[in-house]
Structures are given as structure tokens and as C-alpha cells.
């Protein structure tokens, strides 16, 4: 979902920073930007996922190296809003304008960090407080004597805020 928002915007140079690549989350986040890139032909800016923590910090760092490797990178699709924060602080430092020259888009809707970034984060919303809910209202009803069967599934949204925007 991430990579396709930055493709139909025109982004062709996509790098992928993300977490702990002993994480499922990390390693079905990477699957998912290369399956999509492979689709259209692209290849993966950087040449490699880049894992490591779930921190600013790991952002930054990675986004260093990045750029040392690859600096015509057009977008960067970060693993968690954290990283993100720590990619677009490197882009800045860098007077690479957000996202004119570079997108950046994150994961998770941390909107302590997303709607604070500069500019506000886009990122991928994995619909928590809805599956919450969901996970609740099941509870209720088992403790009430139905129990239910089956399994319900909370997809996730994409947030669209200002740190991507079509090329022109």
C-alpha cells in the first residue's frame, strides 16, 4: 500500500528503511515493497532493505548510508513513523525538500510523531482501535455466553498528510 501510493505518485527511486529484521513485521513490510516494485519493473533504490532498530536514531543513520549509496532517491518508505521522523531529519539536514524532492511515507499512524513531523508524515494506519474493538465486542459477547467462530479481518488505510505529493 505504502509503495504503491509513492509509484502513482510518480516516485521511481524508492528505497525501504525499516526495523529489527528478526520482526515479522519487518521482513512482510520488506516482501511487500519488493513484490510491489517487481510488479513495475522498478528496481529498489539502495540496493537493499535496509534493517535495523525501531528508532529515530536507526533512521537517520540508514538514511546516511542511503544517501552515500544512492542519492538520486526520489522516495523513502520507512517501517515505522519512528524511523521516518529520523529519515526526514537526515532529508532536512541534507536541504533535500520534503517531498518535493523526496517522499517519505511511514507505518504505524503514531500520531504523537506523524501529524508533529515537518511535514506531516503519511503513513500506513493498521486500523488498531478497530481491531480493538472488534477483539472487545468478541470478548463481551463470550463472557455473555455466545461465543463466536470464524475470523474477522481489520484492513489497514493509508493517511495521507503532506510528506508526499505528486512530482511535477
Request: charged letters at 30%; a negative charge.
Given at each position: 500500500m505504502a509503495v504503491d501510493h509513492l509509484i502513482r505518485h510518480g516516485r521511481r527511486r524508492i528505497a525501504h528503511i525499516t526495523g529489527d529484521p528478526s520482526y515479522g513485521a519487518a521482513q512482510d513490510r520488506a516482501r511487500g515493497a519488493l513484490d510491489r516494485l517487481a510488479e513495475e519493473g522498478l528496481p529498489l533504490a539502495g540496493d537493499q532493505v535496509w534493517f535495523g532498530a525501531w528508532s529515530e536514531a536507526w533512521g537517520?543513520?540508514?538514511?546516511?548510508?542511503?544517501?552515500?549509496?544512492?542519492?538520486?532517491?526520489?522516495?523513502?518508505?520507512?517501517?515505522?513513523?519512528?524511523?521516518?521522523?529520523?529519515?526526514?531529519?537526515?532529508?532536512h539536514q541534507e536541504k533535500l525538500a520534503v517531498p518535493t524532492q523526496v517522499a517519505v511515507i511511514g507505518f504505524d499512524n503514531w500520531n504523537i510523531l506523524a501529524v508533529n513531523a515537518r511535514p506531516p508524515l503519511t503513513t500506513i494506519d493498521m486500523n488498531l482501535e478497530e481491531l480493538g474493538r472488534l477483539a472487545a465486542q468478541r470478548l463481551f459477547a463470550a463472557i455473555d455466553g455466545t461465543l463466536g467462530s470464524g475470523i474477522e479481518t481489520v484492513g489497514p488505510r493509508l493517511i495521507t498528510r503532506e510528506s508526499t505529493a505528486p512530482l511535477d
Open positions: 537517520r543513520g540508514a538514511t546516511r548510508m542511503l544517501l552515500q549509496r544512492d542519492p538520486d532517491i526520489d522516495a523513502i518508505f520507512a517501517g515505522s513513523d519512528e524511523i521516518a521522523r529520523g529519515v526526514l531529519d537526515v532529508l
